[in-house]
């Protein structure tokens, strides 16, 4: 059984981005742990990977282990509160904690995997992406919706976006079975953060994003060589 931790370095650099028009924060931390070979040996040797039904991912997911969930967490907590201005009176409770690998080929994409998406419109929910394998892997994009221009989907905005969204492809028709990789008339990709090993991310599930997939380094079912990330979404309430 492998020792899934996880020491977290004592040296990490923090950079806080501010991304878009709306100058929203996103943490940028590389060479968050001290290694990551624990982990990824889990995800090879342990982890039970399955595709879930309710989820709009395209691949499979398997849990992650508490342990290391808890060291994350506990690594940054303090700086999410700090950089998004948590109010004090609300508590961290992890909502979604999984292991990811793409494995939907493009012509086996629905509609909504070939757009950008949010996650909620809930304010003070939060993506912690932990990019693990080396190799050429696709970054996190960062997009724009054209005709309303909105980058994050909130409770005030939601029906806005999302009437204009169906308004634009009755008129313009669905995009093509492929992933979303770069502008188009419907949206704009205005930032791409770059997967690197061990780089762990964190931004609001409001933004709307999509994986920059490559097809060639990114579909690959094995935690071994595909895409691995841990993801932990967390929610403030």
Sequence with gaps: MTNTSLQVSSNITLQVLTVGKDKTPVIVID?????????????????QFNALDNTHYPGIRAPLPKDYVINVLQAV????????????????????????????????LSLLQRMPHFDTSRPFYFAVLHYLNAGEHGNTGLFRHNPTGLEKIEN??????????????????????TYFTESDEHFE?????????????????QLLHSIIISP???????????RLTANIFIEFT
């Design 31 to 47: 060479d968050f742990a001290i290694n990551t070979n624990d982990i990824i040996e889990h995800a090879c040797n342990e982890a």
């Design 77 to 108: 907590y303090q700086e999410i509160c700090r950089i998004y201005n948590i109010p004090t009176n609300l508590q961290l409770k992890p909502q979604e904690i999984y292991f990811s690998l793409i494995t939907k080929k493009a012509e086996e």
């Design 156 to 177: 005030h905005n939601t029906e806005k976006y999302l009437t204009a969204a169906q308004n634009f492809i009755d008129t313009h028709g669905e995009r093509s079975q």
């Design 189 to 205: 990709l205005y930032h791409q953060i770059e997967y690197k090993p061990n780089r762990l991310v964190i931004y609001p599930g």
């Design 216 to 226: 060639q380094h990114d579909i690959d079912p094995n935690p071994n060589t595909g």
